[in-house]
Structure formats: C-alpha cells, structure tokens
DNA sequence: CATTACCTGACACCTACCTGAACGCAGGAA
DNA sequence: TTCCTGCGTTCAGGTAGGTGTCAGGTAATG
C-alpha cells in the first residue's frame, strides 16, 4: 500500500513513518501542504495520513478540496484531544477516520488495516467510465454487460487512471507505481500492458501522447461524472 | 434504526441514549451483558453500541462470542482512553468502530451514520446465495437439500465472504481474520480452506483472482444492477 | 524520405496456487 | 493409561497462468 504521511511534527512523523514501512507499506512524508498538493497530483497513493494543523494551511481544507475534485483516496486525520470539533468537521469533508494524538503504533497499524479493508467495500464501489461498470472492491469490470477480469499488474495500471481520471501518465509513472522503486525494469512493460489493457478494455479507452504518456480519452471521462 | 446500547453508566448512557433518539433512531439500553444477551437473541438490531467494561464480563468477550456465532451485526465500541489495548483487541474481534471516552454526543451522530451508509445492505441471518441457503445462527449451510457442516476455521473464512459478498479478499486479510495478531502462520492454511470450501460448498463457488486473492463467484452473488 | 516512438504477437520462465497426504494435538471413550 | 477420531496445520510435488522480454511491424513527426 502506498501511503502519503502529512504531518511536520519530526519526532512524531519518523515514529509514524518506521512504524508503517516496517507494516510493508510504502510512505512518502512531507511536512507542508502544497508539497502534499505536488504529491497527490503525481502519485496515486492509496491512503492519506493527514495531520490538521500544519505551517501553511489547515488540514481539513486540503481534504476537502481534495474530495472536491473527485479524490476518493481514503483518509486518516491525525488531531489532538482537544480538536474536538475539527474531528467532525473532518469526517463531514470526507475523512474516512482519525486517531487522537498520542496514538499507539499499533493502533496506528490496525487503523489503516481497517481504512483499507473499509475503502474497498466502501458505500460508492460502482464506478462507471463510458461503458465500463468497475467494482473497485471486487476488482471487476463489466463491459457492455460482459465480465472482464484483468490480472494484478493490469489492475494496477488500470488503477492509476482510475485515481486520477484526467491526469497524463507518464511511462515512468507507470513504472514507478507497478515496480518498486530499486527495481529495475529494462524494457517496454508499460507498453504491452497498455497494450493488453486495450484489448480487453476496448482500444479507445486509453489514448497516447506520443513522447509523453497515457491518459484515459476524453469522452470516456466525461465532464463532471464519474469517479 | 435499531440500535443496541450496551452501557452499565448511567449518566452517560442516558445522554447517548437522548442524542439517538433525537437523531430518529430507536434504542434499547441495558447495563449488562447477560441483558444484552437476550435483546440480541429476539431482536434483530442493525447496530449495537458496546461498553467494554461492564459488571458481568468485558464486552470484547461478549463481541467474540457473537461474531462466533456468526452475528455480524455491526458493532461500535465505547472505551475509555487508557484501554487502547482493548481497542485494538476490539477491532480485532470484529468491532467496526469505536468511541474514546469522553466523546462529543455530535461525534457519536456521526459515526452512527458513518456505520449506517456503510452497512446500508444489512444481512438478514437467513441468508441465500446461489443454490446454497445460509442460517449464520446456526451456522448451517444446506446446499441443494442437503446440511452441509463446517469446522470453525472453515466457517470464518466462509463468514468473510459473506459478510461482503462482492468483494475480493487477500489472503493475508482472511488470515488476518482467522489469527489474532501476534499469532504467525508460517504457510498457506489459507489455501488449503478455500481449498475445503471449495470441496464442501461446491468448486464454481469460490473463484481465484491470481497474484490478489479469492472472491465469490459472480453468478452466485448475483449482480446488483442499481448503477 | 529518415527517424523515432509506439504497438503487438509470441515465448520462456517462474511463481502463486492446488491438492493429497502426513503430522500434531486435543477430547472422549473404554 | 491407550486408542480413536476430528480438526488444524504443514509440507512437497505438480500445474497453469501471469509476467517480462524481444523482434518485427506500424504509425507519427520533421
């Protein structure tokens, strides 16, 4: 699982951070908001820990304008006991929990477990591009009726423009999400599993830009719908 | 809403008692567990609320006791800050939330609604999926006329597809389910009971989404057509 | 035209998975 | 006690399907 930790506190972040590596998952960690803006538009992660009060903006401002723009990456808040209020009001933007600061690692550990096991049965699976029906809990997809299974690595890349609808994927994207990052990948998998995505998929879904990368086309997309 | 609360504090289980009903819900309040017993045994609620320290027993034993037997009622816990162990070893039994003492009665508001979207599709205890007729009570199956029995291990895992029918489901979450934390499974048990299901309940049942983990066969579940 | 980027069918490897069988352990009966 | 039975767990061998690689072909760009 890949996880993006906004929190400035040092002390409290390098615990947070050890605690969820060491779970297996992957962190990245910043301490302000718009590095967390750069890292949400180039990364799909797959679950944000969020601290409220940060040195450039309030925490529950960025959810919510996250949710706004159809961001459904579940989030974990990370508030002090007295913040009462903004507990709530970050669960009404679109919090999926929170833990109370001080927190126990292990808490911490079946927290996420939880979000994650919640996420993908959440009250919205149904996720519908153009003629696709995708279950993101079952990890299926329905075509013009029929079922279609993709395997692992498809799903994965499938996934990224799924996360991020609109968005130009770039090869390295791609690559950087199916492998881990000391990996080395020395040929064109992006591009046969592109290419097999198409095929099941229906070769219009994804369009390239030459010398750039992959997005989904545009009347897959929609305007405001979807996702 | 049918709501189970489970509280042996009187002052505080008033309040949330109030703040339930003035959110339209229905509640019936007891102090012990052997009470809590008999409610759950004739009524069928859609949400129990669950004090852990209670005059005749922990309430995490009583939790166990009914996910055992295969209630998946949904269940939040009320603790109070210094039982963290017993909020993890909560969320472990099956708990879907839990509340930390003292908390704000708006949070409790929204937590209840939080768990009311999430199970919105409430299980019946007589369930039918496919050819198979489930009594989660009694833990039975009959399957084309037949009783079919399972052993506990291979109920639980069972229960888990149950409990989200729709979803696929890691092996390391089912073995999540079966083992307490600390507990290490060193090999592939979880194989090995899907493989038992399969051979009891019938091989179309369970299907493999290799590299991911298992899911119940789509023309069992049945495909929900709303969206 | 040449050049570059991308597509795609084919294939060998490897690993996740399946399965039968054996082992360990606990509880019950004699 | 000893034997038996049922359940949970482990192990090893076999298999099939996913994955990464490559080569030859195609489309875009100037």
């Known amino acids: ?20 590596v060491s779970d297996g998952h992957t962190v990245d960690w910043v301490k302000r908001l718009d590095d967390a803006s750069d890292c949400v538009r180039t990364i799909a992660y797959e679950l944000v820990l969020l601290d409220l009060m940060l040195p450039d903006g309030r925490g529950i401002d960025f959810l919510k304008a996250r949710r ?12 002090a006991l007295d913040q009462i209020s903004e507990r709530i009001a970050g669960l009404n933007a679109g919090a999926d929990d929170y833990l109370v600061k001080p927190f126990n690692l292990s808490e911490l550990t079946a927290r996420i477990s939880a979000v994650a096991r919640r996420y993908s049965g959440s009250p919205n699976p149904h996720v519908k591009l153009g003629e696709l029906i995708i279950d993101t809990a079952a990890r299926s997809i329905h075509r013009a009726g029929r079922a279609v299974t993709l395997t692992a690595r498809e799903w994965s890349v499938f996934e990224a423009f799924l996360q991020r609808p609109r968005a130009l994927l770039s090869k390295a994207q791609l690559e950087e999400r199916l492998y881990s990052f000391d990996a080395e990948v020395e040929s064109n998998t992006i591009e046969v599993y592109i290419g097999r995505l198409r095929k099941k998929l229906g070769h219009e879904f994804i369009e390239t830009v030459r010398g750039m990368g992959y997005r989904l086309a545009e009347q897959i997309v929609g305007t405001k719908d979807g996702i």
Request: charged letters at 20%; aromatic letters at 0%.
């Open 1 to 20: 699982m890949r996880i993006l930790l906004v929190e400035d506190d040092t002390i409290l972040g390098m615990a947070v951070r050890d605690q969820i």
């Open 68 to 79: 706004q723009s159809g961001d459904v990456t579940p989030a974990i808040i990370l508030t």
